[in-house]
């Protein structure tokens, strides 16, 4: 199994920048995807980016042209990159990481962004 753990989070004024992180330890190499989500008070848990094994990465269209995921292999980091922030992108943000045979979460990470 895997154990994911996000940092970066925070307060940020809207229009700002935050880069989110989730290190991944443990039984990495079967790793497919991994994935962003994001959580806001009384809404659904959200897919906002994903990034294959070969790097193909995907956005949910909120975030396009805003966000970037990217991943270090070498240090089996995962990074979301957060630019022009907006008091709705407001969230716990969350990593997922998939294999064939299971899905790991991480604990989540809060974002607030002010207006």
């Known amino acids: 199994q895997v154990q994911l753990v996000e940092s970066g989070g925070g307060l940020v004024q809207a229009g700002g920048s935050a880069r989110l992180s989730c290190a991944a330890s443990g039984t990495t190499f079967n790793i497919k995807l991994m994935h962003w989500y994001r959580q806001a008070p009384g809404n659904q848990r959200e897919l906002v980016a994903s990034?294959?094994?070969?790097?193909?990465?995907n956005y949910v269209d909120l975030v396009k042209g805003r966000f970037t995921i990217s991943r270090d292999n070498a240090k089996n980091t995962v990074y979301l990159q957060m630019n022009s922030l907006k008091p709705e992108d407001t969230a716990v943000y969350y990593c997922a990481a998939v294999s064939l045979y299971w899905t790991a979460w991480g604990q989540g990470t809060q974002v607030t962004v002010s207006s």
């Open positions: 990034i294959s094994s070969d790097g193909t990465t």
